[in-house]
């Protein structure tokens, strides 16, 4: 018989999933967790958190910056630093 849990809040979820409570606030927004408001609480279902954990065929969560770009990778910024180089004549 399959165990009845109750619904999680996002510190639970954070918890289980090993992620922090903002991060599991962006999984609910991008749509990897299934959640619903109790009053002005989100609850997220056990079984999202459960299918987020085996894998589920999602990407993994990544820290985003403000405007929902997400972060720069070290190799990028370093390409935008010797195109600006580049552009003002300047030598790294």
């Known amino acids: 018989m399959m165990e009845s849990r109750r619904p999680l809040s996002v510190s639970e979820a954070a ?8 991060l ?20 997220i279902r056990p079984a999202s958190v459960a299918r987020l ?11 985003r910056r403000a405007g929902g770009r997400p972060r720069r ?11 600006v180089a580049t552009s003002t004549g300047s030598t790294p």
Request: aromatic share 4%; glycine share 14%.
């Open 15 to 22: 918890s289980e999933l090993g992620l922090t409570d903002y």
């Open 24 to 43: 599991v606030r962006q999984a609910i927004r991008e749509g990897l967790l299934d959640a619903f408001r109790v009053g002005r609480t989100l609850r």
């Open 53 to 63: 954990l085996s894998g589920g065929g999602q990407a993994p969560l990544q820290p």
């Open 73 to 83: 990778s070290a190799e990028a910024a370093a390409k935008g630093a010797d195109a």
